[in-house]
């Protein structure tokens, strides 16, 4: 999954050691009700059709989904371990990732979460819910950078597996990101076109971390990359 000489691109910089002290181990994590409660609702029935088409038995589909549900509320411990107000994804779904960025802004008390996606199948019950704390725009990158008007700490991009397509997402909404802002990436994995894409970012910045996030309903690993610093 990682290139070679991937360690060799990591600075000595007290930003990288800042990232490697604050990013919890995703094994480790407890998940609170209200984020199991979100992942039951939403992503449950969708990810049990997935690993039924891809032939998983009930052993691999239990495992698999004890590590699925810990993936939303990790991510919110990496924004709320790094303060972060302001988040936008690019890549919403059914709104999982959505959503559970929306519940760490609610009790958090302020800040807002952006979203876009080119089709809308966000569960309708949770837009009600947060429709307070959250945007969504039924179109790209590009669009949803210009509907916004804070400077964002967090960015969230789970889109296109196409090469190149993370390239062209991050320099479309690359402007509005905060003095120093987090990154994540998900799917880093060879599979995908993508992997080239976010690989580029990683040695461009030097101030990232790897990390294996479980398998996912196909029964294929899944690893995500945050990089700490303006891309």
């Known amino acids: 999954m990682i290139w070679k000489d991937w360690e060799e691109y ?20 407890e998940v609170p009700e209200e984020y199991l409660d979100l992942w039951k609702k939403i992503s449950f029935l969708v990810q049990l059709n997935k690993a039924k088409q891809h032939q998983l038995s009930e ?25 972060v107000k302001n988040i936008v994804e690019v890549g919403t779904a059914e709104g999982l990732q959505f959503f559970s960025f929306a519940e760490y802004i609610k009790q958090k ?7 876009c996606d080119i089709r809308d199948i966000r569960n309708r019950k949770y837009c009600e819910k947060y429709n307070d704390v959250t945007t969504f725009c039924l179109s790209n990158a590009k669009d949803l950078a210009s509907q916004i ?34 990154w994540i990436f998900d799917d880093f994995d060879v599979r995908f076109g993508c992997y080239y894409d976010i690989q580029e970012l990683c040695k461009k910045s030097g101030s990232f971390k790897i990390y ?11 690893h995500q990359v945050v990089i700490y610093g303006q891309l």
């Open 149 to 182: 008007t804070e400077k964002i700490d967090l960015f969230y991009i789970d889109a296109s597996h196409d090469k190149n397509a993370v390239l062209a997402d991050v320099e479309k909404i690359r402007q509005v990101q905060s003095e120093n802002p987090i």
């Open 212 to 222: 294996n996030v479980g398998n996912t309903a196909s029964g294929n690993p899944n």
């Open 59 to 83: 052993q691999q589909t239990k495992e698999c989904f004890l590590e699925l549900i810990k993936r939303p509320y990790f991510l919110t411990t990496i924004a709320e371990a790094f303060d």
């Open 109 to 115: 008390g302020y800040g807002h979460v952006w979203s």
């Open 10 to 29: 990591l600075q000595d910089s007290e930003q990288t050691k800042e990232l490697y002290n604050k990013v919890q181990d995703i094994k480790t994590i």
